[in-house]
């Protein structure tokens, strides 16, 4: 197995917010290049790379959805050389002021800056001591002069964090937006294990735009390449400081299997078997709805396909500093190659109702 | 007369970057000892830490003024309290820091700079009432990875490094690292007409406690603290004209007269005010009112001492990341020389 880790720190230190994904995109097309044989966008910018299977004729297409987008902010208002901010997807405001970012600015500069929360002799009277601040309080300061902040930044243009991605002891790594680049690196080690064995089915490696704000990716793509199943891989709670409820799970332990009405019981159920035969540790997940990923969209994309869904534990999830487990990453990679291989070319057929 | 270059901006850069916190000042004085072994005539490190030297003006007739001047070493930051296993540590904060800049932050931990992030309770996972308080620090943890290890009163401070943006510099210790680096140029090109004390203290960030006894050990004529203070002059959050604003970045050096510890001496703000204007240095004086520095507890050392405080102004103190301008520090650096020069006995002599 190939070191995945300067692949997934290239793509923690490059933006790619939600709908401006094309930064990230260029960096994962690159990579994906060699291991299949054709890569293409979609109409909303998704990335599609088409490994073919070995199977004669028209042959099945097995969907694996990572999605590539990243949460983030956007200027709303330049005051003062001040810029206001708004959230783009679910941005956890308590992790704002302080925080190092980036201001893609309208001129193409990007601007290094900081969020910064104004003190409490500045803000209305209600508590601002206390509580957690809301969005609309905080500025972004570039350092510049307020001239050169009104020449350069407009309305609309994009901040992103900027925090170098740390490493950790105990193969551990730490970054903004691991959430959910981390599946894009086990689905690049899914498909650098593919190199080395024979599949029968087609493999559509795609890294989604817009999981964040809209399942945007993953509704079109997966209605696009109309597959006959479909996993999403995504980060779920790992447990951690403040995080030890039954919706938590142990960080560099195993992937976890997620089941509920979002995932199709007999794919679950195989991929239990799998990593059971293969020894990859796994832990149940237990979604009693939506599962909030890519699964969710794709399930319910043209006449309805057929998902399961694939995760790693994730530490402090919407943080600049997330947290997971490199060995999770390649387990999770592990086992989406080996359950490709596993595919028959009549598998489809085999999918029961119990 | 003291340049101001890349050479200082590099030396600024590698303060900041190394990590004080009160009480644990090793690294700056380390760097600070090297800078200032050819220039001083004495140098000591004192018995809480204070690096204390003197340079004796050259000056052969005439009576030298004992100008005392100083700048802190120690930044705020945190101390590990307890080992809740797997790589996760409890911790409290040293100085004054709002625990709301402290969540998904980065940090550097112990004198083998272990890497660690600050988590706790993921959002997802708070209901609607939990996502709008505070989190306490007490709800907030340092995790160091898996099998990371930290030993129990290891400090951390925060992993942001320097860097120079525009006009601006960005560090998590420019208070007062900027201070430090001025001293240090200050005793480099030290006049004949004065004897600089430079003391370089510790622990100012929890109560001026290094000040008090470098200030019993010079025995000065006067002092000077050279500090970094909270500009405040964001605008108000419905667009409004800040009214209430300590100083100003770009407005150049803040000459103190009365802050929450201490009224400076009229004599030496006078003194500074008409150095400035002799000399077209840009300066401003802070707006009277709260805060301090070490010069509460050095006018008060001894028999008392005169002092005034001068401070480059900054944004966003005691958090991950504060802004200065460079050159307001340039103008605090040319200031100070300026008025070291013109110092003389009668200075002190008149009401």
């Known amino acids: 197995m190939t070191d995945i880790l300067p692949f997934l720190k290239s793509i923690i230190s490059i933006s790619g917010v939600?709908?401006?994904?094309?930064?990230?995109?260029?960096?994962?097309?690159?990579?994906?290049?060699?291991?299949?044989?054709?890569?293409?966008?979609?109409?909303?910018?998704?990335?599609?790379?088409?490994?073919?299977?070995?199977g004669k004729g028209k042959r099945p297409a097995i969907m694996i959805a990572t999605h590539m987008d990243a949460i983030g902010m956007m200027v709303s208002k330049v005051a003062d050389g001040f810029l206001h901010i708004t959230n783009v997807g679910g941005?956890?405001?308590?992790?704002?002021?302080?925080?190092?970012?980036?201001v893609h600015a309208n001129s193409g500069d990007e601007l290094p800056g900081v969020i910064v929360m104004p003190s409490a002799k500045l803000l209305p009277e209600s508590g601002s001591a206390s509580e957690v601040l809301e969005i609309g309080y905080l500025l972004v300061d570039t350092g510049l002069t307020p001239r050169e902040v009104e020449?350069?930044?407009?309305?609309?243009?994009?901040?992103?964090?900027?925090?170098?991605?740390?490493?950790?002891?105990?193969?551990?790594?730490?970054?903004?937006?691991?959430?959910?680049?981390a599946s894009v690196a086990a689905l690049t080690i899914c498909l650098e294990e593919l190199?080395?064995?024979?599949?029968?089915?087609d493999?559509?490696?795609?890294?989604?735009?817009?999981?964040?704000?809209?399942?945007?990716?993953?509704?079109?793509?997966?209605?696009?390449?109309?597959?006959?199943?479909?996993?999403?891989?995504?980060?779920?709670?790992?447990?951690?400081?403040?995080?030890?409820?039954?919706?938590?799970?142990p960080m560099g332990k195993g992937v976890g299997l997620c089941l509920g009405p979002n995932m199709h019981p007999f794919l679950h159920k195989k991929l239990t078997e799998l990593a059971d035969q293969l020894e990859i540790p796994w832990f149940l997940d237990v979604t009693t709805a939506a599962s909030g990923t890519d699964a969710y969209p794709m399930q319910v994309s043209a006449e309805g396909i057929p998902t399961a869904l694939v995760e790693y534990p994730l530490r402090y999830m919407h943080t600049p500093v997330e947290m997971v487990s490199v060995k999770d990453i390649q387990r999770a990679g592990r086992l989406l190659a080996e359950f490709i291989a596993s595919l028959e070319a009549d598998f489809v057929d085999t999918i029961i109702w119990e | 007369m003291p340049t101001f270059g890349n050479a200082q901006l590099k030396l600024l850069e590698k303060l900041c970057n190394v990590i004080a916190i009160s009480g644990d000042e090793g690294e700056v004085r380390k760097i600070v000892l090297e800078e200032i072994k050819p220039y001083a005539d004495e140098v000591k490190v004192d018995a809480l830490g204070n690096v204390l030297a003197t340079r004796s003006g050259r000056a052969r007739s005439g009576k030298r003024t004992r100008?005392?001047?100083?700048?802190?070493?120690?930044?705020?930051?945190?101390?590990?309290?307890?080992?809740?296993?797997?790589?996760?540590?409890r911790f409290e904060t040293v100085g004054g820091i709002d625990a709301r800049h402290l969540l998904g932050k980065q940090v550097y931990v112990g004198k083998d700079r272990t890497p660690g992030v600050i988590g706790g309770k993921p959002v997802h996972l708070m209901d609607a009432g939990?996502?709008?308080?505070?989190?306490p620090v007490d709800g907030l943890r340092i995790d160091l990875g898996l099998i990371g290890k930290a030993k129990i009163g290891d400090r951390a401070g925060f992993a942001t490094q320097f860097r120079r943006v525009g006009p601006s510099i960005m560090s998590k210790a420019i208070d007062d690292r900027i201070g430090v680096v001025t001293l240090i140029e200050l005793l480099k090109y030290?006049?004949?007409?004065?004897?600089?004390?430079?003391?370089?203290?510790?622990?100012e960030e929890i109560g001026l406690r290094g000040a008090k006894v470098a200030a019993q050990y010079f025995n000065p004529d006067m002092a000077i603290a050279i500090d970094s203070t909270p500009a405040n002059d964001l605008p108000l959050h419905d667009g409004g004209e800040n009214m209430t604003y300590n100083t100003k970045l770009g407005f150049g050096p803040a000459i103190y007269i009365a802050d929450g510890s201490t009224l400076h001496d009229p004599r030496l703000v006078r003194f500074l005010q008409a150095t400035a204007e002799a000399g077209a240095i840009p300066y401003q004086f802070r707006q009277p009112g709260g805060g301090g520095t070490d010069s509460g507890a050095i006018q008060k050392a001894l028999a008392g001492i005169p002092t005034v405080s001068v401070s480059v102004p900054h944004r966003y103190t005691h958090s991950p990341i504060s802004i200065s301008r460079v050159d307001d520090w340039k103008n605090t650096l040319t200031l100070l020389h300026a008025a070291l020069k013109k110092i003389t006995p009668a200075l002190l002599a008149t009401r």
């Not at chain 1, 094309?22 to 690159?30: F, S």
């Not at chain 1, 970054?175 to 680049?181: K, P, S, W």
């Not at chain 2, 004949?192 to 370089?200: G, L, M, R, S, Y």
Request: charged share 25%; aromatic share 8%; with cysteine.
């Open chain 2, 130 to 135: 939990e996502r709008v308080r505070k989190v």
């Open chain 2, 190 to 203: 030290a006049p004949a007409n004065v004897d600089v004390c430079a003391a370089f203290t510790v622990q």
């Open chain 1, 151 to 181: 020449k350069k930044v407009r309305v609309g243009d994009l901040v992103s964090f900027a925090n170098e991605p740390m490493e950790l002891a105990g193969e551990i790594i730490s970054g903004h937006t691991l959430d959910n680049r």
């Open chain 2, 67 to 89: 100008v005392m001047r100083y700048a802190h070493m120690d930044e705020v930051g945190f101390m590990f309290a307890e080992d809740e296993g797997e790589g996760i540590y």
């Open chain 1, 91 to 102: 941005i956890d405001v308590r992790v704002l002021p302080g925080a190092p970012v980036t």
């Open chain 1, 18 to 54: 939600s709908g401006y994904e094309a930064p990230v995109a260029a960096l994962i097309e690159e990579k994906w290049r060699p291991l299949v044989d054709e890569v293409r966008t979609s109409r909303v910018g998704s990335l599609h790379g088409l490994k073919r299977g070995s």
């Open chain 1, 195 to 201: 190199q080395g064995k024979s599949h029968v089915w």
């Open chain 1, 203 to 249: 493999v559509w490696a795609v890294a989604t735009v817009q999981e964040e704000t809209s399942y945007l990716g993953a509704y079109t793509s997966a209605f696009d390449l109309r597959p006959q199943i479909a996993i999403a891989v995504d980060g779920t709670f790992a447990k951690g400081p403040g995080a030890n409820g039954w919706q938590t799970h």
